[in-house]
């Protein structure tokens, strides 16, 4: 029996071993603070340091893209606006030269109109000329022609009042009056 009392029970207190589990636990955790927490608190903050930095660089970044993208939709708003005015400039320049166009046409159409009606009027009024140069003609040959032939005393006599009946004798009449 003696050998069941001289096994220890896993409940027993062994103050010897307590104090030797103790003591190596404070001697590990003294040495892992001075080797292993001091260097890897050190790696650990370098690491912190540079997320940091890294997160501190992408913000910059991100901000400088946000900067970026503005200055990109300020000039295309402004590239469209220059389109636009470009446009409407063209649209204008093209409106004023129809204008143009349509007005020198016009005053063409207007200067070939007036030569048109002065070529007419000349016209017509050579061709007045030619017929009073023709009816004078032909009262001419026509005279000539009852000039020459033998006229009769009655038919003498009724040219003769036909030319008188022509001529106002009033103004004559008056004329004799006054002397």
Excluded: H
């Amino acid at each position: 029996m003696m050998l069941l009392a001289a096994k220890p029970s896993l409940i027993d207190i062994n103050f010897g071993l307590m104090f030797w589990t103790i003591v190596s636990f404070i001697l590990v955790l003294v040495i892992l603070r001075w080797k292993a927490f001091g260097p890897l608190q050190a790696v650990l903050d370098e690491r912190r340091k540079a997320i940091a930095s890294d997160l501190d660089t992408a913000q910059s970044a991100r901000e400088e893209a946000q900067a970026a993208l503005e200055e990109y939709r300020t000039a295309l708003a402004e590239s469209r606006k220059e389109a636009v005015r470009i446009v409407e400039e063209a649209r204008k320049a093209a409106d004023d030269r129809r204008a143009r166009d349509l007005a020198e046409i016009e005053a063409e159409k207007a200067r070939q109109l007036e030569r048109a009606k002065e070529e007419i009027a000349a016209e017509v009024r050579s061709a007045l000329q030619t017929i009073k140069t023709q009816i004078a003609e032909l009262s001419v040959l026509t005279t000539e022609k009852l000039v020459r032939a033998k006229l009769d005393e009655a038919e003498q006599k009724r040219l003769i009042e036909d030319a008188l009946a022509g001529v106002d004798l009033s103004a004559f009449a008056s004329l004799e009056g006054k002397e």
